[in-house]
């Protein structure tokens, strides 16, 4: 069993900026693949961004391209999503997720992932 924690959701203006951290509670995090999803109010889970178990590869979804960057620290058991230019259109509750399976892709499909966070909110004013 892994427990995921978020954290650094919170009220932005439209342009700003939120680093969001989660901390895994396994010391085998390092194999897991990682990955940030959101839910706005009314809407189903969407993708947001993976990282490979090593962080050598991420994806993102193509409207987060360029603004958001996951990133991983394997020594503090933590994955990381730097989100610039946030606009109000990202406003949704953020979950990390990690995926036990090894894969050549990463996985963009929720039921992929075993273990998921209580989510932190992001909200962007305009």
């Known amino acids: 069993q892994m427990q995921l924690v978020e954290s650094g959701g919170g009220l932005v203006q439209a342009g700003g900026s939120l680093r969001l951290s989660c901390a895994a509670s396994k010391r085998t995090f390092g194999s897991y693949g990682m990955a940030w999803f959101r839910q706005a109010s009314g809407k189903e889970r969407e993708f947001v961004a993976a990282v490979s178990q090593s962080g050598g590869r991420t994806y993102y979804a193509d409207s987060m391209k360029g603004r958001f960057t996951i990133s991983r620290d394997n020594a503090k058991n933590t994955v990381y999503l730097q989100m610039n230019s946030l606009k109000p259109e990202d406003t949704a509750n953020y979950y990390c997720?990690?995926?036990?399976?090894?894969?050549?892709?990463?996985?963009?499909?929720?039921?992929?992932?075993?273990?998921w966070g209580q989510g932190t909110q992001v909200t962007v004013s305009s």
């Open positions: 997720a990690a995926d036990r399976v090894v894969r050549r892709e990463l996985s963009v499909v929720p039921t992929s992932y075993t273990y």
